[in-house]
């Protein structure tokens, strides 16, 4: 099962739910929901939620014909519908009666389902209402309108630019979902800020030094890092027999590439100080260590791997550092082929990040075609998937 999280965010920018986007395989229900909750019953759903609700929309089929309803905690999940469905009394009968026991709904608004009557039976059994601001138009400008006399929180989908975000806000939307919170608002080509990480001049050593000693060092001279460092490598994800307890073996034992990986992770973190911040840090983090482990499925060269995470790390550096990505590049001194792929998406590092983007926007076409390319099954993406979760949660707990 292909599955990722998107964050929700309120109209203070405020991580308010997420979003849970999954491969829908409506031909075979029983299959999917199978595979569905297999994939979520890997997770700790507190952690990986961050204690905040999900939103997950649902065919109907689901709601009336499966067990899905009985295998979630209702406490935890929103369960979204789309508004085309209405006309189904056998629907609504079910819902009216979910919700007596303690469900809630999200109706989504399908194109072309404008008019404000439609909505009126809905009122007592959905508490948002979603609406995408794709193919945005007078006829959804005057729906939003209308809507507003019922009492429906209203959620904006697609909301892909701080431009989208402001006119969402202006709209009346009160929750806001979309690729906006990955937009830097302004960037400078200037490095003041960006230096003035303590972590950064740390990075740039070990860019420049060869001996693993000298930078066992450099860490050493940092406490907060040295902590960190001899957490992440004696966590579950390293299998080791007995804990490593010094920083000169830590070094030896990740060597400088992972150091250097795990020195742009802490800069990251450590800088993330709204949760639009952090949960660009948390995507990031997803696509680079995704994209190794998918890598390392495709070509088992660590080295590759490595660059693969890399590249998925730093896909939303000037976001994280309000620093335009060629000065970034130049200041940690990595080669322009990471500018050439984080632009262009060229080669293969690009042809990973592509992927594990249009995993992020549900692309299920381009998801279909990328995995057909390389002979993946979607057991192996999921295992992926919910490896990459698993060391996410990790390195938030060892770091903040």
Same mark, same amino acid.
């Given at each position: ?26 031909? %075979? ?40 309803? %009985? ?30 026991? $303690? ?8 194109? $072309? ?5 439609? #909505? ?7 508490? #948002? ?75 740039? #050593? ?35 027999? %007995?804990?490593?307890?010094?920083? *000169? ?5 990740? &060597? ?31 696509? &680079? ?9 495709? *070509? ?11 590249? &998925? ?61 390389? $002979? ?5 993406? &999921? ?18």
């Amino acid at each position: 099962m292909i599955l990722c999280k998107v964050p929700v965010f309120d109209d203070k920018k405020n991580l308010y739910a997420y979003e849970i986007k999954y491969e829908r395989e409506e031909s %075979n229900l029983n299959q999917m929901i199978k595979d569905l909750y297999y994939t979520i019953s890997q997770l700790d759903i507190k952690k990986f939620l961050s204690g905040k609700n999900a939103f997950i929309k649902v065919h109907p089929d689901v709601i009336i014909f499966t067990d899905f309803l %009985n295998l979630i905690n209702k406490e935890v999940f929103i369960l979204e519908v789309e508004s085309k469905y209405l006309k189904s009394k056998i629907l609504l009968d079910k819902l009216k009666s979910l919700k007596e026991e $303690g469900f809630t709904f999200s109706l989504e608004v399908s194109e $072309g389902e404008f008019n404000p009557d439609t #909505y009126l039976p809905a009122v007592s059994i959905f508490e #948002y209402l979603s609406v995408s601001l794709k193919n945005f138009n007078s006829d959804k400008e005057k729906f939003i309108s209308l809507i507003h006399e019922l009492p429906f929180m209203l959620k904006a989908e697609d909301v892909d630019s701080n431009e989208d975000f402001n006119k969402a806000l202006n709209l009346g939307f009160k929750l806001f979902e979309g690729e906006f919170f990955t937009k830097p608002e302004q960037l400078t080509t200037k490095e003041e800020s960006f230096n003035k990480l303590e972590v950064l001049k740390l990075i740039r #050593y070990v860019t420049e030094e060869d001996d693993l000693n000298d930078i066992a060092e450099a860490i050493k001279a940092n406490p907060d890092i040295s902590v960190a460092l001899l957490k992440y490598v004696n966590s579950s994800f390293f299998y080791l027999a %007995n804990p490593i307890t010094s920083i *000169n073996r830590a070094v030896i034992y990740l &060597g400088r590439k992972n150091i250097l990986s795990w020195l742009l992770l802490i800069s990251m973190i450590s800088v993330a100080k709204n949760d639009m911040d952090i949960e660009a840090v948390k995507m990031e983090l997803f696509r &680079g260590k995704f994209m190794e482990l998918l890598s390392l499925k495709i *070509n088992p060269d660590q080295n590759i791997a490595d660059t693969a995470f890399l590249v &998925g790390v730093l896909s939303l550096a000037e976001k994280i550092f309000k620093v335009d990505i060629k000065t970034i590049l130049n200041d940690l001194k990595l080669s322009q082929e990471f500018e050439k792929v984080l632009v262009e998406r060229s080669g293969y590092f690009g042809e990973l990040l592509n992927f594990v983007i249009n995993i992020e926007k549900n692309n299920l076409k381009e998801v279909k075609k990328f995995k057909e390319n390389y $002979g993946l099954s979607d057991k192996e993406i &999921g295992d992926i998937t919910v490896e990459t979760y698993k060391w996410i949660d990790t390195i938030f707990e060892i770091v903040r």
